[in-house]
């Protein structure tokens, strides 16, 4: 990744006035210090650009990541709350099991941030922790209607409903009590109130967790339903970063990547049909390429920032006041993964896309990946295909020929 800054500080980078802040292993931080005198210097990053050299733009993590200043906190609790309410509130058009085409339109990735820029706008009620789609959607299609009409009258997915309706209620009673929470000015007392607020919001998170309600969910509806966890433990490691628990912060963040990393492969293995993956693809790439990047700032920023000493601690915050903004507004989102996934639809097909983002979430597939297709090249002759070779070719292109290379098998044994 890497962090712009304001023509002024990207002057005095380069004229070796300033210097970066970067880890014990080279990774860049977003803040800058004097190069003389290595005191901290006002001037947080105006934008980050990501592995692929793209502005980061998360679908799912807020806008940027949290210090200890609770007036910079709360709107993001609050936009926390609005993510899970939007979230749940399109799996009323998923339903549970396969949804039809439309459906999967209706609320795809650029669907979706759209309808985050519509419902901001309008400030649409949110009853029960659902918003009402038919009015936001503005709906005209009849098919699409009907579809949602069936989705609603489903027994099955009114006691879905349910449970994610009182497990909402919990985390937005819980992020409304912070708001009078982080008023209080005795520390003690705060740290308490705090403590009592996050084990409402933990009961909420176990609702969502629950289950028995992901059992025979599809693709798509599994994937929204845990963006609406690890939205709400984003509000939990946040009640610890106001407690100034970095080292809870750190663990608690480094569990809830993995878990990000679990859960898309989960997803993606329950991916069926077409249209599915049509929908998934985008979304994984972005949360792969943009959210989980937005996390390990914050989890970097967060082990640094332990190893301060309280003056430092001090001076950062002096020139620092605010929290780092890692991206602009929603209308400013580009969807080039979405230009990405119609690209390579012309050269790849269903099954080597799906393993595409299995090796982009699950690493360690691809040396079992590249084994086969050494030795599957090694029986077609072409000993120039090695391990080495393969080191430099990207995941999609593993998957092209792996896949490549079992239809030729597939072709000799027929």
């Not at 200043?69 to 509130?89: E, G, H, R």
């Not at 069936?150 to 009590?177: C, P, W």
């Not at 490691?237 to 809870?248: C, H, K, N, R, S």
């Not at 072409?382 to 070779?389: D, K, Q």
Request: proline share 3%.
């Amino acid at each position: 990744m890497q962090f712009i800054f304001s023509p002024e500080v990207q002057a005095g980078l380069a004229s070796g006035l300033y210097e970066e802040v970067v880890t014990k292993t080279g990774v860049p931080l977003g803040r800058i210090r004097d190069a003389v005198t290595g005191h901290f210097v006002k001037g947080a990053p105006v934008g980050i650009l990501n592995d692929l050299g793209v502005p980061l733009q998360p679908f799912i993590v807020p806008s940027g990541f949290p210090g200890q200043n609770s007036a910079d906190l709360m709107p993001m609790f609050n936009d926390l709350s609005k993510s899970v309410s939007l979230l749940q509130t399109t799996t009323t058009i998923l339903g549970l099991g396969t949804a039809a085409t439309v459906a999967l339109s209706a609320v795809n990735l650029w669907q979706t941030i759209k309808l985050r820029q519509d419902i901001a706008t309008l400030r649409t009620e949110v009853r029960d922790g659902f918003i009402d789609i038919k009015e936001s959607l503005k709906l005209h299609n009849a098919e699409l209607i009907e579809h949602i009409n069936q989705v609603a009258i489903d027994v099955e997915f009114q006691q879905h409903r349910t449970i994610l309706s009182r497990a909402y209620s919990k985390f937005a009673t819980g992020i409304q009590q912070l708001q009078l929470a982080v008023l209080i000015q005795d520390q003690q007392q705060r740290n308490r109130e705090i403590t009592s607020i996050r084990s409402l919001i933990v009961q909420a998170l176990a609702d969502y967790e629950n289950s028995q309600i992901m059992i025979g969910i599809s693709a798509p509806a599994y994937l929204r339903r845990r963006e609406c966890v690890w939205s709400i433990e984003q509000a939990l490691i946040m009640t610890y970063q106001l407690q100034g628990e970095f080292t809870a912060v750190v663990q608690y963040l480094s569990q809830l990547r993995q878990k990000i990393y679990e859960d898309l492969y989960k997803a993606i293995e329950l991916i069926q049909t077409h249209p599915e993956l049509d929908f998934l693809f985008p979304e994984i790439y972005k949360i792969y390429y943009h959210d989980l990047p937005a996390l390990e700032i914050w989890l970097n920023h967060t082990e640094w920032q332990q190893t301060l000493e309280a003056h430092s601690q001090n001076q950062l915050a002096a020139v620092d006041s605010t929290n780092l903004i890692i991206s602009g507004n929603d209308a400013q989102i580009s969807m080039s993964e979405v230009e990405f996934y119609q690209k390579v639809q012309a050269t790849s097909h269903f099954h080597a896309l799906k393993d595409h983002l299995k090796l982009l979430v699950l690493p360690e597939l691809r040396r079992q990946y590249q084994a086969e297709i050494v030795r599957e090249a090694a029986n077609q002759g072409w000993t120039a295909i090695t391990m080495e070779s393969l080191k430099s070719s990207s995941p999609l292109a593993i998957a092209n020929l792996y896949h490549y290379f079992q239809g030729l098998t597939l072709q000799q044994v027929t």
